[in-house]
């Protein structure tokens, strides 16, 4: 079977680009499944219930979120009703929504964990010992964990830590794409950060001159998303339903 797994939506742009181009990506790459981090998919930061059905109309199957998720009071109900929009997993039992969820394929059932690091990010549970206790309850051969941290060492870190465990270990948080596809030496396959799907020319979908002038003058600035051409950043990753094993991992981009 064929995963899609696409970087951090920025915005209307970044969602209409989505909406536009995903469901050719399904088509060419003849993909069985998709995962779509979607939490800074509303143009003021956040997800609100708008941005992710356009996400899910584009072809997502799971929308995995990271630290922005509960920017947008809207979303809370959202996430309690809507089992395939997920939370980080380690955050308490009380917030809203889920931080995992299984979805039936048919001949095989695909896992989805969303989790966040903790270094430079939120006090969060522990992500190491956490994965731990949540993967000794599942049982779905094939196990997508979207790792929304900051740190590229943790990020490595967990992936080498559950190598074996899970089908593939996806990076989000830093919107910019790394070059470190690969097969970790028990078969998952492993991105450090799948980039983003929002305007090329900004920071980090946003537009760059207040980045800029804050850089300058460490003054308060309004943030809004950038406008122009998009870019579209993610991996196919092929993976045996049988084993649950990665087969191959194939990083995209497009603009």
Avoid: W
Wanted: charge should be negative.
């Amino acid at each position: 079977m064929r995963i899609l797994c696409i970087g951090d939506v920025v915005g209307s742009a970044g969602c209409e680009f989505l909406l536009s181009e995903l469901p050719k990506l399904r088509r060419f790459y003849n993909a069985d499944f998709t995962a779509v981090n979607g939490e800074n998919s509303n143009n003021q930061n956040g997800i609100t219930p708008k941005s992710a059905d356009i996400i899910f109309s584009a072809g997502a199957d799971v929308i995995t979120t990271g630290n922005h998720v509960f920017k947008k009071r809207e979303i809370y109900d959202y996430l309690d009703e809507n089992p395939y929009i997920l939370r980080p997993a380690n955050y308490p039992d009380s917030t809203p929504g889920r931080g995992f969820c299984t979805v039936d394929k048919g001949r095989y059932d695909v896992c989805v964990i969303n989790l966040m690091g903790v270094v430079f990010m939120e006090n969060l549970a522990n992500p190491f010992r956490y994965i731990d206790s949540l993967l000794n309850g599942i049982k779905a051969k094939v196990v997508l964990v979207d790792f929304h941290a900051e740190a590229t060492s943790e990020k490595i870190a967990l992936a080498s830590y559950i190598d074996g465990r899970v089908s593939a270990v996806v990076g989000t948080h830093t919107h910019v794409q790394t070059a470190d596809e690969r097969l970790l030496p028990k078969g998952t396959a492993f991105i450090t950060d799948l980039g983003m799907t929002g305007p090329k020319n900004s920071s980090l979908g946003l537009c760059i001159e207040p980045i800029i002038q804050k850089f300058i003058n460490y003054m308060p600035v309004r943030y809004s998303v950038a406008d122009g051409a998009c870019i579209l950043c993610g991996v196919c990753i092929e993976i045996d339903e049988k084993t649950g094993k990665a087969l191959s991992i194939e990083r995209i981009q497009i603009e």
